[in-house]
C-alpha cells in the first residue's frame, strides 16, 4: 500500500514558477513508477510528466517549462513548474504504478493516486 500526499499548489501570475511535492508513505517506493497528472475544471485528466530509471518524460505542452524529479531517501518526487501559462491552471495528482514505455503517459497502469493539489494561474 503506498499513500501519496501532495502539496506545494497555490495561485501564480503568468510567467511565475511553482514546486509541487508528492509525499510517498511505504517502504516500496522507489520500486514505482511515479507521475504527475493534472485535471482542468470540465476536462479530463491529462499526463503531464513520468519519472523512470531512465529519466523523466513530458507532456508536449509542459516540455521545457517543466521538471520532474525524485528523491528515493526521502520518497519524494517533484515537479518543478517555470514559465507557467493560465492554461496550467487544473489540479495535480501525483501517482505511483507500474508502466513501461508509452503507457506510462496513461492513466490506468497506475495504482495510487494522491487527493491533488490546486494551482491557479493568472493572466
Known amino acids: 500500500q503506498v499513500r501519496l500526499v501532495e502539496s506545494g499548489g497555490g495561485l501564480v501570475q503568468a510567467g511565475g514558477s511553482l514546486r509541487l511535492s508528492c509525499s510517498a508513505s511505504?517502504?516500496?517506493?522507489?520500486?514505482?513508477?511515479m507521475a504527475w497528472f493534472r485535471q482542468a475544471p470540465g476536462k479530463e485528466r491529462e499526463f503531464v510528466a513520468t519519472i523512470t530509471w531512465s529519466g523523466g518524460n513530458y507532456a508536449d505542452s509542459v516540455k521545457g517549462r517543466f521538471t520532474i524529479s525524485r528523491d528515493n531517501a526521502k520518497n519524494t518526487v517533484y515537479l518543478q513548474m517555470n514559465s507557467l501559462k493560465p492554461e496550467d491552471t487544473a489540479f495535480y495528482y501525483c501517482a505511483a504504478g507500474v508502466c513501461s514505455g508509452y503507457e506510462c503517459s496513461l492513466p490506468s497502469p497506475y495504482r495510487y493516486w494522491g487527493q491533488g493539489t490546486p494551482v491557479t494561474v493568472s493572466s
Open positions: 511505504g517502504r516500496t517506493f522507489s520500486s514505482y513508477t
